[in-house]
């Protein structure tokens, strides 16, 4: 069965901390996304990786980088967290032809900027 | 005016009726079309996708496309209590090499035992 895993299910962090959210997928997929999901506002593409090292930014990249070291990891940075950050956050991959349509997603993590 | 639009419900049909949802884009180059599903609490899951004009149909579930109009919709046959849920629509299209997917808000689904 197919799996997208993300570290946390519930983080809460501080102003300006420096956070940390992880992803891992054990399909091979090539392609991995970030997305956050706000009430009224839907699902937000913040970045996609189509390849090792590869990055393309999404609709809100601002105040988040990514790193993609390994294929089956991909990791959200919010550089220094503000309040506006707290969201849902869902990782998901894809393959095939089709590679900007997240496929499969994680649970999500559930984050709280105080 | 958003590029995906839905109706954000919810809708309520009672079990066994046919549910409809709608969802309408800006586009026109948008060239594929997907369906979603998002129960409470969970992430979202990948159960339509359609490519050209007319009816794709998967079990209980058509998904309609029509380019002119620039609709897609989801039919549920024979709705369940179970298919209570948020239904995403999404379109891939644009221009330039990465054609970004776009999502609706959602249509909330409420099936009436």
């Known amino acids: 069965d197919v799996k997208v895993t993300q570290s946390s299910r519930y983080l809460v962090k501080r102003t300006g901390e420096k956070v940390f959210l992880e992803c891992v997928q054990d399909?091979?997929?090539?392609?991995m996304f970030w997305y956050r999901q706000d009430p009224g506002l839907g699902l937000r593409l913040i970045y996609f990786?189509?390849?090792?090292?590869?990055?393309e930014k999404g609709d809100i990249p601002e105040g988040y980088s990514v790193s993609r070291e390994k294929k089956e990891r991909f990791s959200l940075i919010l550089e220094s967290a503000s309040t506006n950050q707290t969201s849902m956050y869902l990782c998901a991959s894809s393959s095939g032809p089709s590679r900007e349509v997240p496929q499969h997603f994680g649970d999500g993590t559930r984050l709280s900027i105080l | 005016q958003k590029e995906v639009e839905q109706n954000s419900g919810p809708l309520s049909v009672p079990e066994g009726a046919i549910a409809s949802l709608n969802c309408t884009y800006s586009d026109r180059g948008s060239q594929s079309f997907f369906w979603y599903r998002q129960y409470s609490g969970k992430s979202p899951e990948l159960i339509m996708s359609i490519y050209s004009n007319g009816d794709k149909e998967d079990g209980r579930f058509t998904a309609q496309l029509n380019k002119a109009s620039q609709y897609v919709s989801l039919l549920i046959r024979d709705s369940q209590p179970s298919d209570s849920a948020t239904y995403l629509c999404?379109?891939?299209?644009?221009?330039?090499?990465?054609?970004?997917?776009?999502f609706g808000t959602g249509t909330k689904l409420q099936v009436i035992p």
């Open positions: 990786s189509y390849d090792v090292k590869m990055k």
């Open positions: 399909m091979d997929h090539e392609n």
């Open positions: 999404a379109v891939n299209g644009g221009s330039g090499g990465y054609q970004k997917v776009t």
